[in-house]
């Protein structure tokens, strides 16, 4: 059964650190693997989409890699902003058409 | 462009009332849609998915269900609320499976 889990649950930064947010999963049988967004009390925004043969995506200053064989994604924001200050979840397809999400990592961006 | 629409925003509902949800997709065709339930401080959880039209699978045993009478519809339904029904209720779709799943604005529901 594939399980997703992130760490940390929660990261407070200054503002303009580099950060890495961890996302591992347990069977390297993944189809794709998704990074979003999500502000409290908001629906999911999408940010980055990896195909499971890909290494890394950038959209801006996110930047996303998968090492499909070791079972673990990341997710790197350079130079993070207040407006960064938000819950980020990663996905991973699985076969069929189930994604199985994180639990999120809540990040507070000090200004 | 592609757009998704959720409503309500926010509903408030007795234990032993009915409940449905609606979900519209506009701009594609033939999406694969998607309801998860959300926790408070938890991870989504897949509740029902639908490849088309009358084509629903089931992730979870409990008190709800979904149809999808159209393409671009898709419904969840209760017949009696439970309290343990109370979350957020997300609508999801994507064209494909190499493609971005993208997602509604949510439904708040709490059941008193």
């Known amino acids: 059964k594939q399980e997703v889990t992130q760490i940390p649950a929660a990261l407070s930064v200054p503002e303009g650190e580099n950060l890495v947010l961890n996302c591992s999963f347990t069977?390297?049988?993944?189809?794709?693997l998704q990074w979003f967004r999500q502000d409290p009390g908001k629906g999911l925004t999408s940010l980055l989409l990896?195909?499971?043969?890909?290494r890394e995506q950038t959209s801006g200053r996110l930047n996303a890699s998968l090492d499909k064989s070791s079972g673990r994604s990341t997710l790197y924001i350079a130079a993070s902003q207040p407006g960064d200050s938000a819950t980020y979840l990663c996905a991973v397809l699985t076969g069929g058409f189930k994604t199985i999400f994180g639990a999120g990592t809540r990040l507070f961006v000090k200004a | 462009s592609q757009t998704i629409h959720q409503w309500p925003a926010t509903l408030v509902q007795p234990v032993g009332s009915p409940l449905s949800l609606e979900c519209t997709v506009e701009g594609t065709s033939n999406p694969n849609l998607y309801w998860y339930r959300q926790a408070a401080g938890r991870g989504l959880q897949l509740l029902f998915y639908?490849?088309?039209?009358?084509?629903i699978s089931s992730e979870v045993p409990q008190n709800l269900s979904a149809s999808r009478p159209q393409d671009r519809q898709f419904i969840l339904s209760s017949k009696k609320l439970l309290l343990s029904d109370s979350g957020f209720y997300l609508c999801a779709w994507r064209k494909g499976r190499s493609l971005p799943q993208y997602f509604g604005a949510g439904t708040r529901l709490s059941v008193l």
């Open positions: 069977d390297s049988a993944i189809y794709n």
């Open positions: 990896i195909q499971s043969s890909q």
């Open positions: 639908s490849v088309g039209i009358g084509q």
